[in-house]
């Protein structure tokens, strides 16, 4: 069983169901019987429109806002490791929901794609979901190193944008490779209705013991790793600011010939640039993390339970139930793919103004069409900050 195929295969074997084959199966049933059965297929409803409407829901606010994160940071320049990960992530989480949303409108239609477009993009939907999660885990990371070992970060050169290039391409082939399996275990069933499932030799051993090493991979292991080190991060900020607030502390105190008015002048300066950008990248990333780590709740524990939830055969209750509660649990898991645009958005102040700035250029340009339109809002600003050079020296 993996992650992304598990909707798209759920939901197709629900897309049957008859209701008047229901009514007419309610006319021999007593009345407690069939209060369960309409109990029963209201929650099945439910859960099936839940399944036929989130994706396209998801790819309307994902596509754009992935598009519009890419652009923005490419907007500011010079480029670093942050940005790396930023548009990675974002090419990722748009390929994600491509691959989920055809997928699942493959199946919802019935159109036989045949065992290799099964098993590709079952293979697609798997590995793009799962790379996702462990460029978070490497952004994360580098994050953490950048502010707990500052000085050995300098010293030894840093990351760069080919370094992080590098980690990633090998980090996408290690998922690749754990998801290979899914390119020769899978099959299109056109009987009673298409789905794409694991074939019957493979079933036992993809559906249970395999079943939890993909799920390690996409959920357990991400989600125990982020939860770590997003508070081993927010952790040493505290401690960094601690510490930098007592030295400034320290050397702003008055020296002997010093003037109390050249104290209060140092004192009202305002922090270097590259300190305030620091803080945006690490609001950002700490936004796009935790938010993260929230929304992958829900299926760990439908991941670890699964297994052992057994229900009844046929539209019964408990049926119902767990299949609305695996609908919910990949509807937030899923929107992971769409949501980090607008966490930079809202968290950060600086890529919110380079991204309202062309915007704000253009209706200016459009309401004066004789203005040079030369606005320092519309010029590209530096994201030096995420330059790990940069970060060390602070």
């Known amino acids: 069983m993996t992650t992304t195929t598990t909707t798209t295969t759920t939901s197709s074997s629900f897309y049957s169901f008859n209701v008047t084959d229901m009514d007419n199966d309610s006319r021999v049933m007593s009345a407690e019987q069939y209060a369960e059965i309409e109990a029963s297929r209201k929650i099945f409803e439910t859960a099936v429109g839940i399944g036929k409407y989130y994706l396209w829901i998801l790819f309307a606010l994902g596509f754009p806002g992935n598009c519009a994160a890419i652009v923005t940071i490419f907007r500011m320049r010079p480029m670093g490791t942050f940005p790396v990960f930023v548009v990675m992530l974002a090419v990722m989480d748009t390929l994600a929901l491509l691959v989920k949303l055809l997928h699942y409108q493959l199946i919802g239609h019935q159109l036989d794609m045949g065992d290799a477009g099964c098993s590709l993009l079952r293979f697609l939907g798997s590995w793009t979901s799962a790379y996702c999660s462990w460029i978070l885990v ?26 992080v290039v590098s980690v990633l391409v090998v980090v996408g082939i290690i998922v690749a490779l754990i998801y290979m399996p899914l390119l020769w275990t899978s099959e299109t069933v056109t009987s009673p209705n298409l789905q794409c499932q694991f074939k019957e030799e493979y079933a036992d051993l993809m559906n249970h013991a395999y079943h939890w090493v993909l799920g390690a991979v996409y959920a357990f292991f991400p989600f125990c790793l982020l939860t770590v080190v997003n508070f081993l991060i927010a952790r040493q900020i505290r401690v960094s600011f601690t510490v930098r607030k007592d030295m400034r502390n320290m050397q702003l105190l ?31 990333l700490l936004s796009a993390t935790v938010v993260f780590v929230i929304l992958t709740f829900p299926i760990c524990i439908y991941l670890l339970v699964d ?6 055969p046929g539209y019964t209750t408990s049926a119902a139930v767990k299949f609305l509660c695996q609908q919910l649990a990949f509807l937030l898991v899923d929107s992971t793919h769409a949501v980090n645009f607008y966490l930079y958005f809202l968290s950060a102040r600086r890529f919110r103004q380079q991204f309202l700035s062309p915007l704000a250029c253009w209706s200016g340009c459009k309401c004066n069409p ?19 050079s940069e970060v060390d020296r602070l």
């Open 138 to 163: 490497f952004m994360a990371l580098e994050r953490y190193a950048a502010v707990r070992f500052p000085l050995k970060m300098s010293m030894h050169g840093g990351c760069n944008a080919h370094k």
């Open 254 to 284: 008055p020296q002997s010939g010093q003037a109390s008015s050249d104290v209060l002048i140092q004192r009202q300066r305002p922090y270097p640039e590259v300190r305030a950008n620091v803080k945006q990248v690490n609001v950002m």
């Open 307 to 312: 297994v052992y939830w057994q229900t009844d």
């Open 370 to 388: 004789k203005a040079a339109c030369r606005k320092p809002s519309c010029s590209k600003q530096s994201w030096a900050a995420t330059d790990q």
